[in-house]
């Protein structure tokens, strides 16, 4: 990219963010849809109703930001950002648009994805390009480089600086292949950017989902807690967990799941993931029984043969004398003794 064009962008990037801080009190903020309503419906058809999530992103997220990002951000393009949190009839989906610096001016793309920031779609809002080069980056065999990707996925697109694309991207056209680098460096930065934003907010819309999925949508959820008392350390002692095999307990998040008779708890679990050199942010869901329903690996970091051994707990029941000998394992019986305690 042309440097001194670039530095004309990242400025004009900076004045509009520094406008977009004086409408705080607005319903919308800079990067936000123009026609939320008709832009919405045409990225997601079965669009019921939304809501807005306007915040800042501020400098003082640039250490994690940068943690998981593995180009450069130039941090005058963060400011006050919205997130559009959408209900439709195949569940909640998110929608967040960023402004990119590319050589004929800002691209604006709106990004769709589900709750475990996973990229569903896209659409350009501004985009001055020839329009061949628009419409190859919006067909279908394109948008399938995107679709349901992790983050992991996408990175791999690009060299390890991620700065420039790697080869083989043989769907791509030589013409086309600067714009498509802006929209794979956009699509990370609008996961990472969202997670660290809304992180909140985001697990908070996975769990109902999860919940819904399992108990039914008449269960009702619980707010989110730490689920280790002095009594669940006692208990976990007693039947040898001193100290957790695969997750650093402070991080450990529990919902609680009401259900119908109002008697019976389930849960919903957020736990870190820290095993022989994988790591993984996973939800687990167990029922009444402690029965494991579902274990979720939330941006898919694990490797097939762990993931095959985290599908093996499904179904099954852990109880304080089990004989365990995986780190998954002794991972689940942690959680049912959680899952059994007040």
């Given at each position: ?170 769907r791509v056209s030589t ?90 708890l389930a849960g919903v ?17 167990l029922d009444a029984e ?53």
């Amino acid at each position: 990219m042309n440097f001194k064009i670039r530095d004309i962008v990242l400025l004009a990037i900076f004045t509009l963010s520094s406008q977009g801080e004086a409408l705080a009190q607005q319903p919308e903020a800079f990067c936000a849809l123009r026609d939320p309503d008709r832009e919405l419906r045409l990225l997601i058809p079965d669009y019921i109703d939304r809501t807005s999530w306007v915040r800042t992103i501020s400098k003082s997220h640039r250490v994690e930001i940068e943690d998981e990002v593995p180009f450069n951000i130039h941090f005058d393009e963060l400011g006050q950002h919205t997130v559009y949190k959408v209900t439709s009839e195949k569940g909640t989906r998110l929608v967040h648009v960023r402004s990119e610096a590319f050589n004929w001016g800002l691209v604006r793309i709106a990004w769709l994805m589900n709750s475990d920031l996973e990229i569903l779609d896209y659409s350009f809002q501004r985009c001055r390009v020839r329009k061949a080069v628009k419409e190859e980056l919006l067909t279908k065999e394109v948008k399938a480089l995107f679709a349901n990707k992790s983050m992991k996925d996408l990175q791999a697109l690009l060299t390890e600086d991620g700065e420039s694309l790697r080869g083989g991207l043989e769907r791509v056209s030589t013409e086309a292949r600067e714009l498509f680098l802006v929209l794979t460096q956009s699509a990370i930065k609008t996961m990472v950017v969202t997670d660290v934003g809304w992180r909140k907010e985001v697990r908070q819309e996975r769990v109902k989902e999860l919940a819904a999925a399992h108990f039914g949508r008449g269960a009702s959820l619980g707010r989110e807690t730490s689920p280790y008392t002095q009594e669940v350390e006692r208990m976990l002692s007693t039947a040898g967990l001193q100290e957790s095999v695969a997750f650093d307990r402070e991080k450990v998040l529990r919902w609680r799941v009401r259900l119908g008779d109002e008697s019976a708890l389930a849960g919903v679990y957020l736990t870190p993931w820290s095993v022989g050199g994988e790591e993984a942010k996973l939800f687990w869901v167990l029922d009444a029984e402690e029965r494991v329903l579902e274990i979720v690996d939330s941006g898919r970091t694990l490797s097939s043969a762990v993931k095959a051994s985290l599908d093996g707990l499904i179904g099954r029941v852990f109880k304080k004398d089990e004989a365990c000998s995986t780190a998954c394992e002794l991972a689940a019986l942690e959680l049912s003794i959680l899952n059994g305690s007040d």
